[in-house]
């Protein structure tokens, strides 16, 4: 969706340091904004939260149930907003902007309706607390499962001022919320997480609703089987579960984790380092958002126009050149960027350790999780690049091996002892990332041919 594209263009343009500051930001903004913004509003609502909310046990069990719908709710729309994504972009490119709205209209009563029976059966089920407190639960998991779906449109929108705001407004609405609810424990606290959601939900489908004004309510268009791609909602999925999947295995495993509150875990040991080192991945996500949607998106655009357009072979060829070099430049900057951010915080983190009041014991942890949240980085990059040139097969093999990858290597890390913790995210990360560089390469190689010869 090609909205924060033109907006990054066009700040660029300028040429001037103030200019790329301003496009960075932006970048940053949108592309982290929203989870970055969602962590340090609970840790914040948890930080108010103590000697008020008594025993501090609550506060610990709002955090983990907190961190569990984040979970949960992107497992279980990770397919879906690739899915609707798709679907959308190609309705844009087709200059159909008059069914996105109806479409989104569509597919919310679906994701609530899903969202609402899975979640109500898992929690009445497995929960024995207070029914205020399930229901809150319940409350919370559908609209995240929506909010999520929402969301994917902000890259696609042009205004990025009144979408901070409505970030910033969101996020203050949660955060003073708890300050006034916070006498009334759990329940108040999950009050206020729904609250802020809530608020960030509708103003961005009012928001939504200015940008793709229609004649339509509702349609279903994206059920149909000719105008979609099934493949997306598996390889959605397969992301989603493989960056959860190191987490809910020590999360499960009794020796490394704790109870909590019902059948929610936590593990002491391994959730500190790795989340505070996701906050960490800010400005290579600027980068990357920057690059592809500039530099990348630019050569790209520019290549196929001249293919469509019957240009010359010399011509093509050299297009094709201008875009494997922006691939080149915008892999190589993240990667000095995130370099530049993991060597930084590698010789701040025991300063920073300290000045959050963490144990210096977290820090062997917090250095293998820094590098590989920022591998990662490298990993979206790619499945970016990949999603460009329409190879979903792709997707879907280095989703699903990511996935499987994390999964085994932190069973053996468990296995091997606190001494490799950490070191199947970054390993399964890194092996996945290699997979696919290979498999760029050999796909920019054979791009003439299947894109004369086969019509892609």
């Not at 990025?160 to 003073?176: A, E, P």
């Not at 040991?269 to 690059?291: E, K, Q, S, T």
Request: net charge neutral; aromatic share 14%.
């Amino acid at each position: 969706m090609a909205g924060i594209g033109f907006e990054l263009r066009r700040i660029l343009v300028k040429d001037t340091y103030s200019a790329t500051l301003r496009a960075y930001v932006y970048a940053g903004l949108i592309s982290s904004g929203p989870w970055v913004l969602s962590i340090l509003s609970v840790m914040l609502i948890g930080i108010i939260s103590l000697g008020v909310v008594v025993p501090e046990l609550k506060v610990r069990q709002f955090l983990i149930s907190v961190t569990y719908l984040m979970a949960t709710s992107l497992i279980l729309t990770g397919g879906l907003q690739l899915y609707f994504t798709r679907f959308i972009s190609d309705r844009l490119y087709e200059k159909k902007a008059g069914v996105i709205l109806p479409n989104l209209v569509g597919i919310l009563p679906l994701v609530t309706l899903l969202g609402g029976v899975l979640g109500g059966v898992l929690v009445f089920s497995l929960f024995d607390e207070s029914l205020l407190f399930c229901v809150l639960l319940v409350a919370n998991f559908v609209t995240l499962c929506n909010l999520w779906m929402v969301i994917i449109f902000l890259s696609g929108m042009k205004a990025y001022n009144r979408i901070l705001l409505t970030m910033l407004v969101g996020y203050s609405v949660m955060v003073v919320s708890a300050l006034l609810l916070r006498h009334f424990e759990l329940p108040g606290l999950l009050l206020a997480l729904l609250l802020g959601h809530a608020t960030l939900l509708f103003m961005f489908l009012f928001e939504i609703l200015r940008e793709y004004p229609t004649q339509r309510m509702v349609s279903f268009d994206f059920l149909d089987r000719r105008q979609v791609f099934i493949s997306l909602l598996f390889t959605g999925l397969a992301y989603n579960a493989g960056v959860w999947i190191d987490k809910f295995i020590f999360w499960f495993n009794p020796n490394t984790s704790e109870a909590v509150i019902g059948p929610l875990r936590m593990s002491l040991i391994y959730d500190l380092p790795i989340f505070l080192a996701y906050l960490a991945v800010i400005p290579g996500m600027a980068v990357f958002l920057v690059r592809i949607e500039t530099d990348f998106a630019e050569a790209y655009e520019r290549l196929y126009a001249a293919i469509r357009g019957g240009e010359t072979l010399d011509h093509i060829f050299y297009l094709k050149d201008q875009m494997l070099l922006a691939i080149r430049q915008g892999i190589f900057e993240i990667f000095k960027v995130q370099g530049i951010t993991v060597v930084l915080l590698f010789l701040w983190a025991p300063s920073l350790l300290d000045w959050l009041g963490i144990s210096q014991h977290y820090l062997p942890l917090f250095y293998v999780d820094l590098v590989g949240v920022s591998i990662q980085v490298l990993l979206m990059a790619l499945l970016n690049v990949f999603f460009y040139l329409d190879k979903r097969r792709i997707v879907l093999e280095l989703t699903v091996l990511f996935l499987l990858l994390n999964a085994m290597l932190t069973l053996v890390s468990q296995f091997l002892g606190p001494g490799f913790y950490g070191y199947g995210f970054a390993l399964s990360l890194l092996v996945t990332v290699l997979v696919g560089l290979f498999q760029l390469s050999r796909s920019l190689q054979t791009l003439e041919y299947e894109t004369f010869m086969l019509g892609r």
